[in-house]
C-alpha cells in the first residue's frame, strides 16, 4: 500500500513539473503584450438559472510584434471572490479578468431569467454586392458578398479590419456595423517599350504590386547607344502603365597623331556620337615636315594604312589617323651649252633623280658617267647651275663671266 502512495506522488511531482514546464513564463509574456482588452462580442449578460460559461469571454491581445490573439476567459483568470459575482443578481457589476501580469475589467449584468434581446445588424460590403440589414441576437451564418476582380476576406467590426474576422455563429450584445474586406485580383499590363515606341515586353501584374529591379528585362537594343535604365512607375501599380528606356549614346573618338613613332604618341582628339560624321573643319592641320610631303591616312586593325575616303562619313568605333609622309624628289638635268643646240654636236640630256637632303656624287656608283663634260675640240667645259641668271660651277663656286669669258669668284659661294 505504502509502495503504491510513493508511486502516485512521484507521478503527480512528475506531472506537476511537466505542466509548469509548458506554462508560459509570466514575465515573458507581459513584456510582449502592447495591449490587452475585452473583445466586443463577449456577452455582457448573464442568467443565474444557465450554467456559467467564462469561455464566451473573450480577451484580444495584440502583441508588440504585430500578432493579435483572442484568448477565451477560463475561471484560472478570475478570483474566487469575483467569481461569486455571477451568481448574484444585479446590474453594473465588474470583475478583474487576470492574463500575463495584466488585469482587464469586464463589466456587465446578471439577470433571474434570461431575456432574449435583438440588435440591429448593417453590413458595409466595401464596394460589393448589396447585403441586407438583420435584427437578431445571433447571426447563424454570413453572407458573403461579390465583387468581380476582388477575393472576399471576411466580416470584420471595425473599418480597419483590426483582429480576426467574425465567424457565426456570432452572438450581439449591441447594434453592429459589420465590414467586407477585399483582396484586389484585378490584373493590369504593364508595357516596356523600345525607343521606337512599340512594345519590348509585358508583363501582368495584380493591383497594388510591384516590379522589382532583378524582374526587369535587360534593356532593348539600340544600335549607336548604350542603355541605361527604365523609366516609369514601379511600385504599387494600380493601372496599366507604360515604361520607356533611357540610353546614352556611344561616343568615338578619332585620333589623330601628331608624331606615331615617337614615344610620347602625341595627338589630337575629336569625338563623335556613334554614327555621326566628322566635320572636315575639325580635322587638324597636317603636321609639316622639311622635305616631305603627306596626307592623313587610317590606321586599320591590322596595323596597315589606308587613304581617308569615307572612314570619317557615319563613324561607329574609334579611329587613329596618323600622318603619311612622302619625301619631295628633285631632278637633275645633265645637258649640253645652248649655244650648241641645233648643231648636231649637242650631247645627250642626262637627268638624275635626288630625294630632298640627299647628295649627288658625280664621282661615284650610277652618276659616274656625268663625272666630267663631254669633250668638245677647240672648247674647255665645266658643269655649272644658273642660279638668278648666273651661271655658278657647282664645284668651286666661281661664276661666269660672260663679258670676259672667264671664271671668277664670287662673294657668296653658296656652301660649294
Same mark, same amino acid.
Not at 596595323?303 to 609622309?325: A, F, H, K, M
Not at 649637242?346 to 649627288?360: A, C, P, Q
Given at each position: 500500500?505504502?509502495?503504491?502512495?510513493?508511486?502516485?506522488?512521484?507521478?503527480?511531482?512528475?506531472?506537476?513539473?511537466?505542466?509548469?514546464?509548458?506554462?508560459?513564463?509570466?514575465?515573458?509574456?507581459?513584456?510582449?503584450?502592447?495591449?490587452?482588452?475585452?473583445?466586443?462580442?463577449?456577452?455582457?449578460?448573464?442568467?443565474?438559472?444557465?450554467?456559467?460559461?467564462?469561455?464566451?469571454?473573450?480577451?484580444?491581445?495584440?502583441?508588440?510584434?504585430?500578432?493579435?490573439?483572442?484568448?477565451?476567459?477560463?475561471?484560472?483568470?478570475?478570483?474566487?471572490?469575483?467569481?461569486?459575482?455571477?451568481?448574484?443578481?444585479?446590474?453594473?457589476?465588474?470583475?478583474?479578468?487576470?492574463?500575463?501580469?495584466?488585469?482587464?475589467?469586464?463589466?456587465?449584468?446578471?439577470?433571474?431569467?434570461?431575456?432574449?434581446?435583438?440588435?440591429?445588424?448593417?453590413?458595409?460590403?466595401?464596394?460589393?454586392?448589396?447585403?441586407?440589414?438583420?435584427?437578431?441576437?445571433?447571426?447563424?451564418?454570413?453572407?458573403?458578398?461579390?465583387?468581380?476582380?476582388?477575393?472576399?476576406?471576411?466580416?470584420?467590426?471595425?473599418?480597419?479590419?483590426?483582429?480576426?474576422?467574425?465567424?457565426?455563429?456570432?452572438?450581439?450584445?449591441?447594434?453592429?456595423?459589420?465590414?467586407?474586406?477585399?483582396?484586389?485580383?484585378?490584373?493590369?499590363?504593364?508595357?516596356?517599350?523600345?525607343?521606337?515606341?512599340?512594345?519590348?515586353?509585358?508583363?501582368? !501584374?495584380?493591383? $497594388? &504590386? /510591384?516590379?522589382?529591379?532583378? *524582374?526587369? #528585362?535587360?534593356? %532593348?537594343?539600340? @544600335? +549607336?547607344?548604350?542603355?541605361?535604365?527604365?523609366?516609369?512607375?514601379?511600385?504599387?501599380?494600380?493601372?496599366?502603365?507604360?515604361?520607356?528606356?533611357?540610353?546614352?549614346?556611344?561616343?568615338?573618338?578619332?585620333?589623330?597623331?601628331?608624331?606615331?613613332?615617337?614615344?610620347?604618341?602625341?595627338?589630337?582628339?575629336?569625338? !563623335?556620337?556613334? $554614327? &555621326? /560624321?566628322?566635320?572636315?573643319? *575639325?580635322? #587638324?592641320?597636317? %603636321?609639316?615636315? @622639311? +622635305?616631305?610631303?603627306?596626307?592623313?591616312?587610317?590606321?586599320?586593325?591590322?596595323?596597315?594604312?589606308?587613304?581617308?575616303?569615307?572612314?570619317?562619313?557615319?563613324?561607329?568605333?574609334?579611329?587613329?589617323?596618323?600622318?603619311?609622309?612622302?619625301?619631295?624628289?628633285?631632278?637633275?638635268?645633265?645637258?649640253?651649252?645652248?649655244?650648241?643646240? $641645233?648643231?648636231?654636236?649637242?650631247?645627250?640630256?642626262?637627268?638624275?633623280?635626288?630625294?630632298?637632303?640627299?647628295?649627288?656624287?658625280?664621282?661615284?656608283?650610277?652618276?659616274?658617267?656625268?663625272?666630267?663634260?663631254?669633250?668638245?675640240?677647240?672648247?674647255?667645259?665645266?658643269?655649272?647651275?644658273?642660279?638668278?641668271?648666273?651661271?655658278?660651277?657647282?664645284?668651286?663656286?666661281?661664276?661666269?663671266?660672260?663679258?670676259?669669258?672667264?671664271?671668277?669668284?664670287?662673294?657668296?659661294?653658296?656652301?660649294?
Amino acid at each position: 500500500m505504502k509502495k503504491h502512495i510513493i508511486l502516485t506522488i512521484l507521478l503527480l511531482m512528475i506531472l506537476c513539473v511537466l505542466l509548469a514546464g509548458c506554462l508560459p513564463d509570466n514575465d515573458q509574456v507581459k513584456n510582449s503584450i502592447k495591449s490587452i482588452y475585452i473583445h466586443e462580442a463577449s456577452p455582457n449578460s448573464f442568467s443565474i438559472d444557465e450554467p456559467l460559461n467564462l469561455s464566451d469571454v473573450k480577451l484580444v491581445v495584440e502583441y508588440k510584434d504585430g500578432r493579435i490573439e483572442i484568448i477565451p476567459v477560463s475561471e484560472a483568470m478570475i478570483s474566487n471572490e469575483d467569481r461569486t459575482k455571477f451568481s448574484t443578481v444585479g446590474s453594473g457589476i465588474t470583475v478583474l479578468i487576470h492574463y500575463g501580469g495584466r488585469s482587464v475589467p469586464y463589466s456587465f449584468e446578471v439577470l433571474e431569467t434570461r431575456q432574449e434581446k435583438k440588435y440591429y445588424v448593417d453590413f458595409e460590403s466595401n464596394g460589393g454586392s448589396k447585403v441586407e440589414s438583420l435584427y437578431v441576437s445571433v447571426i447563424e451564418a454570413f453572407t458573403m458578398p461579390e465583387r468581380p476582380g476582388y477575393t472576399f476576406m471576411g466580416w470584420y467590426t471595425n473599418p480597419d479590419f483590426v483582429g480576426q474576422p467574425c465567424i457565426a455563429p456570432y452572438p450581439l450584445g449591441k447594434d453592429t456595423i459589420f465590414y467586407a474586406r477585399w483582396d484586389d485580383n484585378r490584373k493590369y499590363k504593364v508595357d516596356f517599350l523600345d525607343h521606337e515606341g512599340e512594345i519590348y515586353v509585358t508583363h501582368i !501584374v495584380t493591383y $497594388g &504590386d /510591384s516590379i522589382p529591379l532583378d *524582374k526587369r #528585362p535587360p534593356g %532593348p537594343p539600340r @544600335e +549607336g547607344f548604350i542603355f541605361v535604365e527604365w523609366l516609369g512607375v514601379f511600385d504599387n501599380i494600380t493601372e496599366n502603365t507604360q515604361i520607356i528606356p533611357s540610353y546614352t549614346p556611344i561616343i568615338c573618338e578619332i585620333r589623330f597623331y601628331t608624331d606615331y613613332q615617337s614615344a610620347e604618341q602625341d595627338f589630337h582628339l575629336r569625338e !563623335v556620337n556613334w $554614327g &555621326d /560624321s566628322l566635320d572636315s573643319s *575639325k580635322i #587638324p592641320e597636317f %603636321p609639316a615636315k @622639311e +622635305g616631305y610631303t603627306g596626307e592623313w591616312h587610317i590606321l586599320n586593325e591590322f596595323g596597315l594604312t589606308e587613304e581617308i575616303t569615307d572612314q570619317l562619313i557615319r563613324i561607329t568605333s574609334n579611329i587613329d589617323v596618323i600622318p603619311v609622309y612622302q619625301i619631295i624628289s628633285y631632278r637633275v638635268t645633265f645637258q649640253d651649252d645652248e649655244q650648241f643646240a $641645233g648643231t648636231g654636236t649637242s650631247w645627250e640630256t642626262i637627268e638624275k633623280i635626288v630625294n630632298h637632303g640627299s647628295d649627288l656624287s658625280l664621282t661615284t656608283g650610277d652618276n659616274a658617267d656625268v663625272c666630267e663634260p663631254q669633250e668638245r675640240e677647240g672648247h674647255t667645259a665645266e658643269w655649272a647651275v644658273l642660279i638668278d641668271d648666273k651661271w655658278i660651277k657647282i664645284d668651286g663656286g666661281n661664276e661666269w663671266d660672260d663679258e670676259n669669258q672667264e671664271w671668277k669668284p664670287i662673294s657668296n659661294p653658296l656652301g660649294w
